[in-house]
Antibody, heavy 121, light 107 residues
């Protein structure tokens, strides 16, 4: 059974870079059938897609994040990562990673449990 | 970007009620829509993908329909564990976008 687990600092200072890792167990991130994505949910708000990556190197980002996002894969560790630079309080959110199956339009499932990142000095 | 408008944003209902949530897309997205259930402190749970396909393990009281720009999620008989927030997600084109959510509360 595939499982995803986010990890990283729970507190980041303004203007610094938020870095999170999603560790994948029970399956390989090198599979051509899937993309691997990041989402977030700010307190009291809805869900937002951040971006996703395929092991081939194909990456899509949400341009609303204005070029601050980098997603990468580490196939040797079976994990993928998110970096968000120049963070502000508006980037405080629960961050989730998830796997996307691309059949019949696709879907994201499963998801990690989520990790709260607070941006504060 | 494709905008998804969910309605209602809030819904008060009783156990046993039939509940329908609508998701309208600002442009056609074929059937590339998924529905998620979210509960406090938990990750979103996939209910429906490809607009109408029930995810394995999800109770049959959940159903989805629609294509193009209008979609619905129906819960045929609301159960206590269904009180949650529901989101639609379009996977037709980037950027992927969510509806604003529908919070279903106990009447």
């Amino acid at each position: 059974q595939l499982q995803l687990q986010e990890s990283g600092p729970g507190l980041v200072k303004p203007s610094e870079t938020l870095s999170l890792t999603c560790s994948v167990s029970g399956g390989s991130i090198s599979s051509s059938s899937y993309r691997w994505g990041w989402f977030r949910q700010s307190p009291g708000k809805g869900l937002e897609w951040i971006g996703n990556i395929h092991y081939s190197g194909s990456i899509y980002y949400n341009l609303s994040l204005e070029g601050r996002v980098t997603i990468s894969l580490d196939t040797s560790k079976n994990q993928f990562s998110l970096k968000l630079s120049s963070v502000t309080a508006a980037d405080t959110a629960v961050y989730y990673c998830a796997r996307r199956k691309e059949v019949a339009g696709g879907w994201f499932e499963p998801w990690g449990q989520g990790t709260l990142v607070t941006v504060a000095s | 970007d494709i905008q998804l408008t969910q309605s209602p944003s809030f819904l008060s209902a009783s156990v046993g009620d039939r509940v329908t949530i609508t998701c309208r897309a600002s442009q056609g997205i074929s059937s590339h829509l998924a529905w998620y259930q979210e509960k406090p402190g938990k990750a979103p749970k996939l209910l429906i993908y490809a607009a109408s396909t029930l995810q394995s393990g999800v109770p049959s009281r959940f159903s989805g329909s629609g294509s193009g720009t209008e979609f619905t999620l129906t819960i045929s008989s609301l159960q206590p564990e269904d009180f949650a927030t529901y989101y639609c997600l379009q996977l037709y084109t980037y950027p992927l976008t969510f509806g604003g959510g529908t919070k279903v509360e106990i009447k």
